[in-house]
């Protein structure tokens, strides 16, 4: 089994930044792909970003693409969103996932976190 516990949420301006983090525990962290979804109020859980068990690549959806940035340290079981130039469509709740696939689809994620919070002010 695997936990996944998200932090770094929070209130900024649009424009800002934050850098989510999310920690795993529970099994062996390294083989697994890792991403961060989100889900805006009343809308479908969409994809934002994913890295592959070694760190060597990654895949962004368009909308982040160029602000987004997705990394992952092995050793300590932790990958990260940094997020530059938020804007106020980038308010969402966050879920990190893993999963051994390395797909950009909800399906290929097998373990999820609980979510943290994101708001940006306009």
């Known amino acids: 089994q695997v936990q996944l516990v998200e932090s770094g949420g929070g209130l900024v301006q649009a424009g800002g930044s934050l850098r989510l983090s999310c920690a795993a525990s529970?099994?062996?962290?390294?083989?697994?792909?890792m991403g961060w979804f989100r889900q805006a109020s009343g809308e479908g859980r969409e994809f934002v970003a994913m890295i592959s068990w070694s760190g060597g690549t990654t895949y962004y959806a368009d909308s982040i693409k160029g602000r987004f940035t997705v990394s992952r340290d092995i050793a300590k079981n932790t990958m990260y969103l940094q997020m530059n130039n938020l804007k106020p469509e980038d308010g969402a709740v966050y879920y990190c996932?893993?999963?051994?696939?390395?797909?950009?689809?909800?399906?290929?994620?097998?373990?999820w976190g609980q979510g943290t919070q994101v708001t940006v002010s306009s």
């Open positions: 529970g099994r062996t962290f390294g083989a697994y792909s």
């Open positions: 996932a893993t999963g051994p696939n390395f797909r950009a689809v909800e399906s290929a994620f097998y373990y």
